[in-house]
Structures are given as C-alpha cells and as structure tokens.
C-alpha cells in the first residue's frame, strides 16, 4: 500500500533538516533564500546548529526528533535535507516509522539520504524524492534543480529527459523507483530496511569510491540476483572515483557496468542526470515509472504522480 505526501503549492512552508551532517550557515542561508524567492515559506531547525562529536545536526535521537517534530508540524509540506554526508543508517533505528506514515510528507535529499528514503518506501510504503539538498539550491544548476523539484512535488504526472545519456543497453522497462547511492543500497541489503529489486527500475551513483571497491560493489548486486529482478538500471554520476593501491585497477567504470549488465534483458542507461556533482533531477522512490532508452536519447515517464490530490 502506498500513502502519498499531498502536493506541494506555493505559499506552502518547507522545513529544512539536518539529518546527516551539516553545512556552513550561510550556505543554508543562500538556499533558504533561494526557495523563498519561489513563493515559499522555510523554516531551519536548529539541529542545523548542533554537534555531537563527529555527528554534526547532534546524535541520532537528536536528529530522528528533529524529523520527528518537522513530519509532524501540519504547517510544513515538505522537508528537504540540508546535505548528506555519514550515518543515516545508524538513523534508521531511531525513527518512528508509523509517524511518518501517519503525515506523509514531502521528503528530499541523496547520498546519505539513500538510507532514508528507501526504509521508508520499504517499511511504510511512503515515496520520497531521491532529490536536491538545500546546497544543491546554492550551486550553478539550481534552476533546473528546482524546477525539477517543483514539477514533481506539486503533482505532476512528468517525463524526465535524461542529459547525455550513454546507453548500455537499449530498451524499455516500467516498475517502481528505488535506489541511490550504491554504497548505501549495498549496506541496506540483508537488513529489514531494503527495498525489493523485483520488477523495480534502480537508481545508482557514488562519489569519492575506489574503483575496486565500486567493482565489489556491483558484483554483490549481480551475485544476488538483484539485477536480474530489476526492470531497468540508471546509472547517475560517479565523480571523484579514486584508482590508488600497489598496483592500479585495470577496468574502468564503463568496462564494468559492462561487464556486470550485458547479459541482462532490461534498459540500461547512465546520465549525468543526477547524483554528486551539482545536477540533481528529482526521482521519486516507490513510484512506478517507464524507463525508455536507445542509442540517441533515454528518458523515464512517471506513470503515476509522486503526490496525492493537488
């Protein structure tokens, strides 16, 4: 059963949390004036303020009360995460899942985030936007960002058009979102927070990897069988990719989404679409969606809206 944020209208107030690490102030001061500028409310919880030894935003029940009190407030719309950054999957025990099922909320971040986002599709069947950050508000794709954001917060049924796709492999697949950070997707399996793969189109990408350890990575998902449930794979941007060690590792990025996908009779597509590197298109978890790919371009219509009525 999926329950559905209610769409987000200007005039409406947005929350901004710190729910993994934070961000110099006047970073989430330039963002929280930047979605004012678009005719909306914002409110900053003061765990933006907090540290708690290496936990900025103050210690798990510190930032699951933070969300906590923002979900519950019936003035907020919408909470989007300050940024990303370490232990949002320590996080994970600290919330209470039938509260944020109960008021549903618009919910956006990435990275760290991951963690979030799909336990609450998995547990509570609540979507939520693998989306900006308020720092993705600050940098030089901000307009596209938000209009992103806003094309599918408010309740559009919208198709997304990739940016520069690279096709793996041509075709088309429907099934619902999950995904996100890889390194956090392979964390999450095994445990009682992981979405299912079956029939699901999945989102990946990573920053500041290993390219070995990436390698591992996709191996795990293949050698379980999660890409053979899947109904599509798209690959966001990989940035910051480190090859160190005695000796190099001999396969590229590219080689290995090769390696790892060539056989499957599924679309797949990577793009720079969004993911680490300031271009954050707006993705909505649990929601079903058509990924369509050939040589030249590859786009993904949602085939239901993120929210409920407008």
Request: net charge negative.
């Amino acid at each position: 059963m999926i329950t559905k944020p209610a769409a987000l209208k200007q005039g409406d107030t947005i929350g901004i949390v710190a729910t993994s690490w934070v961000i110099k102030r006047e970073t989430i001061e330039a963002g929280k004036t930047f979605l004012e500028s678009k005719g909306f409310k914002v409110k900053v919880h003061p765990n933006n303020d907090m540290c708690h030894d290496e936990l900025w935003g103050g210690d798990y029940k510190t930032r699951a009360a933070a969300l906590h009190e923002y979900w519950a407030d019936p003035e907020i719309k919408a909470i989007i995460a300050t940024t990303g950054g370490l232990r949002c999957l320590n996080l994970l025990d600290y919330l209470d899942f039938d509260l944020l099922a109960k008021t549903p909320k618009i919910f956006s971040g990435f990275s760290d985030n991951t963690a979030i986002i799909n336990a609450l599709w998995h547990k509570r069947g609540v979507p939520s936007l693998h989306g900006p950050h308020v720092r993705s508000f600050v940098n030089d794709n901000k307009e596209k960002n938000f209009a992103d954001f806003l094309s599918v917060a408010s309740g559009e049924k919208a198709t997304l058009q990739f940016e520069s796709p690279q096709a793996f492999k041509n075709g088309t697949g429907e099934g619902h979102l999950i995904g996100g950070n890889l390194c956090l997707m392979n964390y999450l399996l095994g445990t009682e927070y992981a979405p299912s793969f079956k029939n699901a189109i999945v989102l990946i990408e990573d920053e500041m990897e290993e390219i070995r350890n990436i390698d591992r990575m996709l191996m795990q998902l293949r050698r379980l069988g999660k890409l053979e449930e899947a109904a599509g794979l798209i690959i966001g941007n990989f940035t910051m990719i480190s090859n160190t060690g005695t000796s190099g590792f001999p396969y590229s990025l590219d080689e290995l989404i090769h390696e790892y996908t060539h056989d499957l009779d599924i679309p797949v597509v990577m793009t720079h679409s969004f993911g680490h590197g300031g271009r954050m298109m707006s993705l909505p978890v649990g929601i079903r969606a058509k990924l369509e790919v050939s040589d030249s371009k590859a786009s993904l219509s949602l085939l239901e809206t993120y929210t409920g009525d407008k």
